[in-house]
Every structure is written in C-alpha cells, then in structure tokens.
C-alpha cells in the first residue's frame, strides 16, 4: 500500500510531461541499444555498515562474479519536444541475465559441483525530461536529464543448494519479484540525419528490490542500481 503513492505519482508526472503546451512541440521515437552494468561489489546496498543486497551476500558461500550480470539491453522512448530546449519523454526498457554459480566449499559425494542459476531481470518504466543547451535546431545536439523509473524485476536461484543444518542437499526454486521506484539521470548527444537524430546515450538508475521473507535469500533485498551505455536512433515525426 505504500508504493501507491508513488505510482500514482509516476503516472501523474508521465502524463502532464507528454502534454505539450506550445506549438514548437515535436514528436519522435528513440530507440536504444546497448548494455545494462549493474552497480559493483562496493556500491551495492548497505544497511547500518552492512551489506544487505542478495548478491553481494551470496559470495559469502557461492562462486560466481558480479560483473558476470552485464548483459545487453533494448528498449524504446516516445520523446515530446515541449519547446526549444526540453524534450519529456515516457520509456520502457528490458534487461534479463542468467549467471551459473557453484558452492564455493563444498561438492556432491562424486566430487561434482553444486550448482545453481541466478537470474535477474529488470524491465524499466521512465517518464524523464531533457535539457538540449543547444537547441533542438543546433547541428549536434547535447542533452541532459532526468526523471523517476519504476522497475519491474524478478529475481530467482535455481538448482542444487546445501541445508547447513544438516549438509544435505536439495533441488528447489527461491524466487521474488515486483516493482520498485527511483530516480534516473541520463546525458548524450543526437546528430540529426534527415529526419533521422543518431547518438549515445549513458543513463543511471537507482532503485532495491524487496526479496520475500519466506523465501529465506540471504538478504532482504536485491540491490537494481546501474549504468546503461547505448546507442540512440531517434526517428522525428
């Protein structure tokens, strides 16, 4: 019930951003491409000097490397030009990664490994605001920006785990998901090409993601921060 505020807020912002209000409005699609780059190991959540983010606790008993979690990234933007100089734009993105992890000290009877897949998948929903210093109508066009995400994620461990109350070893699924909303800045440049504008984009998100008690992760949280680099293809009409 909390969260309702906010989304209801975040739809409120996307709706009076994309209502242009001069007659220099223009409209356009931009499409990017590129990599999402979860935060590192030392920028990950921390709660009274402690590390609370599933991943991070993870590597207290598993082998497996956060950078591992990189992966591409697609999505599409619907960009209104309010005047000269500001673009509101509503997005939608995706990211989805699987990464194979071991246990670190211990194997099965045979001398194999115990192994597990942990995947993360963040589906990104912005309503954002740009500032061009330059103008819509200079030859290369720099931009700013920011705005607020809500994140649609799921995260889930799949496979061979140890019960270390007794070392036993079992096969099971731990997942939790939901939406979780935070601020996003992003910069770049466009260079028009008829009615086409090609750039890049660099963009930071920052939001958790609250595991379910039951499920017994080893946090209580998953940390959906990150960079994402990419490529922009901006089609104006």
């Given at each position: 019930m909390r969260r309702l505020p906010v989304v209801v807020g975040f739809f409120a912002l996307a709706a009076s951003l994309l209502a242009p209000t001069t007659v220099h409005a223009q409209q356009s699609?931009?499409?990017?491409?590129?990599?999402?780059?979860?935060?590192?190991?030392?920028?990950?959540?921390?709660?009274?000097?402690?590390?609370?983010?599933?991943?991070?606790?993870?590597?207290?008993?598993?082998a497996f490397n956060?950078?591992?979690?990189?992966?591409?990234?697609?999505?599409?933007?619907?960009?209104?030009?309010?005047?000269?100089?500001?673009?509101?734009?509503?997005?939608?993105?995706?990211?989805?990664?699987?990464?194979?992890?071991?246990?670190?000290?211990?194997?099965?009877?045979?001398?194999?490994?115990?192994?597990?897949?942990?995947?993360?998948?963040?589906?990104?929903?912005?309503?954002?605001?740009?500032?061009?210093?330059?103008?819509?109508?200079?030859?290369?066009?720099?931009?700013?920006?920011?705005?607020?995400?809500?994140?649609?994620?799921?995260?889930?461990e799949s496979g061979a785990f140890v019960d270390f109350r007794d070392n036993s070893i079992f096969t099971a699924s731990f997942v939790g998901k939901g939406t979780a909303t935070g601020p996003v800045i992003l910069g770049g440049v466009r260079f028009p090409v008829g009615a086409w504008d090609i750039g890049g984009e660099v963009r930071y998100q920052k939001a958790e993601g609250d595991l379910p008690a039951a499920q017994e992760f080893s946090a209580t949280k998953v940390d959906l921060g990150g960079w994402t680099y990419a490529a922009t293809f901006n089609i104006r009409f």
């Open positions: 699609l931009n499409i990017y491409l590129g990599g999402f780059s979860p935060n590192g190991l030392d920028s990950r959540i921390r709660e009274n000097g402690q590390s609370n983010d599933v991943l991070v606790n993870n590597l207290d008993f598993l956060i950078k591992d979690f990189k992966a591409g990234t697609v999505g599409a933007e619907y960009l209104v030009g309010l005047n000269e100089w500001l673009d509101a734009g509503l997005g939608v993105g995706v990211y989805k990664r699987s990464v194979p992890s071991v246990y670190a000290d211990f194997v099965n009877d045979n001398g194999s490994e115990i192994e597990q897949s942990l995947k993360l998948r963040i589906i990104p929903f912005t309503a954002t605001l740009r500032l061009l210093p330059l103008g819509r109508s200079a030859p290369v066009r720099p931009y700013i920006g920011a705005g607020i995400g809500a994140f649609n994620w799921r995260y889930s």
